[in-house]
């Protein structure tokens, strides 16, 4: 299968599975906050969640009160695929901080601190369309985090790609810019 085909084939599975994914969506949150990765980080980069990706509220709401620091992407440029961080208040309810922004997807206000390059302990938390079990991604074809992505690989840096279970494929058509994640939570047991 192609990149095409494995997304086609993914969008009819989250549509399926849709009454499914609130509850899959809980339980690997409880994966990504247990994990030494979460547990170590001092800032987490996260991203407001599309309807068929796993909702990471829960996430975002313990890491702000365990007091790390949280930032959100926001889209930049369309035209040239660039997207930036920025930085949380913890102080202040997410719905006064963020707004429907490119694709419909809330973002954070511009007035927010703008992440820089993290030189924390970082955990940050990718969508996909489908990942490999070895960290292989597939995004959905605008490769706004492949390229931020290509600039993180820091050795203060964990990359985690963040999916359901029925998103994992044995492999991948992959290439060059598509950058692999160092871990895959998932609700699949290991």
């Known amino acids: 299968m192609d990149k095409k085909e494995i997304r086609l084939q993914i969008k009819d599975l989250c549509l399926k599975n849709k009454t499914q994914l609130a509850e899959k969506s809980t339980a690997i949150c409880k994966k990504i906050m247990t994990s030494p990765e979460f547990q170590a980080a001092d800032e987490i980069f996260a991203y407001m969640a ?4 796993v909702d990471l509220l829960e996430v975002i709401k313990q890491a702000l009160q365990d007091g790390k620091k949280v930032a959100l992407p926001k889209i930049i440029s369309k035209e040239d695929g ?18 429907n922004g490119a694709y419909g997807i809330p973002e954070p206000d511009e007035n927010l601190p703008a ?3 993290p030189t924390l302990k970082t955990l940050i938390l990718v969508p996909g369309r489908a990942f490999t079990k070895d960290g292989d991604r597939l995004g959905r074809g ?6 931020f992505l290509a600039k993180k690989r820091l050795p ?3 990359v985690a790609g963040v999916c359901f279970d029925f998103q994992i494929k044995k492999s991948l058509p992959v290439d060059d810019r598509d950058v ?3 871990v895959v939570y998932t609700t699949l047991q290991e």
Do not use: H, V, W
């Not at 599309?50 to 990706?53: A, G, S, T, V």
């Open 50 to 53: 599309l309807p068929d990706e």
């Open 82 to 99: 660039i997207m930036q961080f920025f930085y949380l208040d913890s102080q202040k309810a997410l719905a006064q901080q963020t707004s």
């Open 115 to 117: 992440a820089p390059d």
């Open 142 to 147: 605008k490769g706004y985090y492949d390229r």
């Open 156 to 158: 203060n840096i964990t």
């Open 180 to 182: 692999k994640m160092d």
